[in-house]
């Protein structure tokens, strides 16, 4: 996805491309004034140093992106002077310029990393020619590590989008990555809640609490801005503009770029970031930004996912136990009070689950006195678990109950029990159960 950030700069203000800066390191100030006089017609920006010192002074005050030097001075020569400016600024190229020739200094200069190695007298021309092809040298190396960062900061995001369970932790691996990628100080997500205001939902640096609690509506300030238009944009200075939050600047944020998280083309959010200095952010930057929020939209609905998985478990748990309250409350039900005042018979009971999630099922058992002094004797079981069993249990109970008072004979109750098990129970329901008549007087069972 190519976008390009609409600038919105407050107060207006325009910067020209900025100029090389080119260190000239000779001995001779004359000669150097002659080779920066050539370097500024080119449009670079020139310091003159007279010595290897006070090239080296100058470069712990500023990065240069170019080092002319000549080979031989009185403290350092040309190559130790580019080895100490290397060491400390990886990106500079250097050309020596030398009047002593020799092949070992020449593979000298090649192993140090310089680009050119001329020797005196140097036409102007072919100074100048030398320097922008180191300069556009530098270019490219620096373009291609920016491409490199980039690609690495957007598979970054990318494997953490795909590994995360949780938006947090996620956001800030995330963010890290943005950080060293972009150079930038700062990086926020905000979302959209299901009343419309976007919230923070992640920050790198972190923050207190308070700034979590800032609520944005669409189109209200910067975030709200590229929310509402959906597309990018940045802005160079805060400090003049109308901000929903108070807290970047606060935090001495002064230049933005945002971009919306959108979700199947719908934002869902926004991702920005900041530097505490002046910055106009580049077009491989803006769509580096773009490219970083669709593993970052990802990241967001996979974790609104796990989160309603989690919610409709927690929700399962909470039914699963009411309904596991109402089933105990019913089985308890079943299990008649004991001893039962018969005369010549003792009843003692006991009932034991034979795993802790089958505590809740069809097991039954009953004792009824009948009106002649005998008694019924009724053991069960209905096939499943839970509240459905619970239910069918009841069924059996109390229909075995009412037939067993009008009836107590074996064969009429389990002929009766059965038709209306038939008519009430679907076919994957079924019960297995002893059902027989004791009388005391004779010890007969039936």
Same mark, same amino acid.
């Given at each position: 996805?190519?976008?390009?950030?609409?600038?919105?700069?407050?107060?207006?203000?325009?910067?020209?491309?900025?100029?090389?800066?080119?260190?000239?390191?000779?001995?001779?100030?004359?000669?150097?004034?002659?080779?920066?006089?050539? @370097?500024?017609?080119?449009?670079?920006?020139?310091?003159?140093?007279?010595?290897?010192?006070?090239?080296?002074?100058?470069?712990?005050?500023?990065?240069?992106?170019?080092?002319?030097?000549?080979?031989? +001075?009185?403290?350092?020569?040309?190559?130790?002077?580019?080895?100490?400016?290397?060491?400390?600024?990886?990106? &500079?190229?250097?050309?020596?310029?030398?009047?002593?020739?020799?092949?070992?200094?020449?593979?000298?200069?090649?192993?140090?990393?310089?680009?050119?190695? +001329?020797?005196?007298?140097?036409?102007?021309?072919?100074?100048?020619?030398?320097?922008?092809?180191?300069?556009?040298?530098?270019?490219?190396?620096?373009?291609?590590?920016? +491409?490199?960062?980039?690609?690495?900061?957007?598979?970054?995001?990318?494997?953490?989008?795909?590994?995360?369970?949780?938006?947090?932790?996620?956001?800030?691996? +995330?963010?890290?990555?943005? &950080?060293?990628?972009?150079?930038?100080?700062?990086?926020?997500?905000?979302?959209?809640?299901?009343?419309?205001?976007?919230? &923070?939902?992640?920050?790198?640096?972190?923050?207190?609490?308070?700034?979590?609690?800032?609520?944005?509506?669409?189109?209200?300030?910067?975030?709200?801005?590229?929310?509402?238009?959906?597309?990018?944009? %940045?802005?160079?200075?805060?400090?003049?503009?109308?901000?929903?939050?108070?807290?970047?600047? %606060?935090?001495?944020?002064?230049?933005?770029?945002?971009?919306?998280?959108?979700?199947?083309?719908?934002?869902?959010?926004?991702?920005?970031?900041?530097?505490?200095?002046?910055?106009?952010?580049?077009?491989?930057?803006?769509?580096? @930004?773009?490219?970083?929020?669709?593993?970052?939209?990802?990241?967001?609905?996979?974790?609104?996912?796990?989160?309603?998985?989690?919610?409709?478990?927690?929700?399962?748990?909470?039914?699963?136990?009411?309904?596991?309250?109402?089933?105990?409350?019913?089985?308890?039900?079943?299990?008649?009070?004991?001893?039962?005042?018969?005369?010549?018979?003792?009843?003692?009971?006991?009932?034991?689950?034979?795993?802790?999630?089958?505590?809740?099922?069809?097991?039954?058992?009953?004792?009824?006195?009948? %009106?002649?002094?005998?008694?019924?004797?009724?053991?069960?079981?209905?096939?499943?678990?839970?509240?459905?069993?619970?239910? !069918?249990?009841?069924?059996?109970?109390?229909?075995?109950?009412? !037939?067993?008072?009008?009836?107590?004979?074996?064969?009429?109750?389990?002929?009766?029990?059965?038709?209306?098990?038939?008519?009430?129970?679907?076919?994957?329901?079924?019960?297995?159960?002893? !059902?027989?008549?004791?009388?005391?007087?004779?010890?007969?069972?039936?």
């Amino acid at each position: 996805m190519q976008a390009t950030a609409a600038v919105e700069v407050a107060p207006p203000a325009t910067t020209p491309p900025a100029r090389p800066k080119v260190l000239v390191v000779d001995d001779n100030v004359g000669l150097a004034e002659i080779w920066s006089f050539v @370097l500024e017609d080119a449009g670079c920006e020139v310091t003159i140093a007279d010595s290897g010192g006070a090239a080296l002074a100058a470069a712990s005050r500023e990065l240069f992106d170019l080092a002319v030097l000549d080979l031989q +001075m009185p403290d350092l020569n040309g190559l130790e002077v580019f080895t100490a400016l290397r060491a400390d600024n990886p990106d &500079v190229e250097g050309v020596i310029i030398t009047g002593h020739a020799s092949m070992e200094s020449a593979m000298d200069a090649v192993n140090a990393g310089l680009y050119g190695y +001329m020797v005196k007298p140097v036409a102007p021309d072919a100074l100048r020619v030398t320097v922008e092809r180191a300069l556009e040298r530098q270019r490219l190396a620096a373009e291609n590590r920016r +491409m490199l960062s980039h690609l690495g900061a957007l598979q970054e995001v990318l494997d953490t989008a795909l590994q995360s369970v949780g938006l947090a932790d996620a956001f800030q691996r +995330m963010a890290q990555a943005v &950080v060293d990628a972009m150079k930038v100080d700062q990086v926020t997500l905000l979302l959209q809640e299901p009343g419309g205001d976007l919230v &923070v939902a992640g920050a790198f640096p972190s923050h207190d609490g308070k700034r979590t609690q800032t609520r944005i509506r669409p189109g209200e300030g910067f975030a709200g801005r590229v929310f509402a238009e959906n597309r990018p944009l %940045q802005l160079r200075d805060v400090q003049h503009a109308t901000l929903a939050s108070p807290y970047l600047p %606060q935090l001495g944020i002064r230049s933005l770029l945002g971009a919306p998280v959108t979700s199947g083309g719908r934002p869902i959010g926004v991702l920005h970031v900041g530097t505490r200095r002046d910055r106009e952010f580049s077009d491989h930057e803006v769509n580096l @930004l773009v490219a970083i929020t669709e593993p970052v939209a990802l990241a967001v609905e996979k974790a609104r996912l796990l989160e309603e998985r989690e919610q409709h478990l927690r929700e399962l748990e909470i039914a699963y136990r009411r309904q596991r309250h109402i089933a105990e409350a019913l089985q308890r039900a079943f299990l008649p009070g004991v001893p039962v005042h018969t005369p010549g018979i003792d009843v003692a009971h006991r009932y034991e689950a034979a795993l802790a999630e089958a505590e809740v099922g069809g097991d039954f058992y009953d004792i009824l006195p009948l %009106q002649d002094g005998t008694v019924a004797l009724l053991m069960g079981d209905v096939s499943g678990k839970g509240l459905d069993a619970a239910v !069918y249990t009841a069924l059996t109970k109390y229909t075995v109950r009412s !037939y067993a008072l009008e009836n107590p004979d074996p064969k009429h109750v389990m002929e009766a029990l059965n038709r209306a098990f038939l008519r009430q129970a679907g076919p994957e329901i079924f019960a297995t159960l002893f !059902y027989g008549v004791l009388d005391p007087a004779t010890h007969r069972l039936r």
